[in-house]
């Protein structure tokens, strides 16, 4: 299983980026896909999450602000974060998952990250 983060990178305070995720390669059903983030000497954290039925949970820091979707293609899914009202706070290397029910944790593969540094 491939997971490819990008979209990431440098906006002001107030502006929006989108990330992306290309996941690829699971024999397995894919039972959900996740975004999480990870700020300098902060643990890692769930910011965004969609199950296999569509529905989506966000932590309450990005309620309103962000939104998850994916898309479907043949064999490869497709994750998406649209982050709009971006804080500085929000500052922190992305990483995309995918679960796939193998209890590997909460998911089974990751992405290699993508980083969002937003100035103020």
């Known amino acids: 299983v491939q997971l490819q983060a990008s979209g990431g990178g440098l906006v002001q305070a107030g502006g929006s980026l989108r990330l992306s995720c290309s996941v690829s390669?699971?024999?397995?059903?894919?039972?959900?896909l996740g975004w999480y983030r990870q700020a300098p000497g902060r643990q890692r954290e769930l910011v965004a999450s969609?199950?296999?039925?569509?529905?989506?949970?966000?932590a309450d820091s990005v309620k309103g602000r962000f939104t998850i979707s994916r898309e479907r293609d043949n064999a490869k899914n497709t994750l998406y974060l649209q982050m709009n009202s971006l804080k500085p706070e929000d500052t922190a290397v992305y990483y995309c998952?995918?679960?796939?029910?193998?209890?590997?944790?909460?998911?089974?593969?990751w992405g290699q990250g993508t980083l969002v540094t937003v100035s103020s």
């Open positions: 969609i199950n296999r039925g569509g529905s989506t949970n966000y």
């Open positions: 390669g699971g024999i397995f059903t894919l039972h959900g």
């Open positions: 998952a995918a679960d796939y029910g193998l209890g590997r944790g909460d998911y089974d593969y």
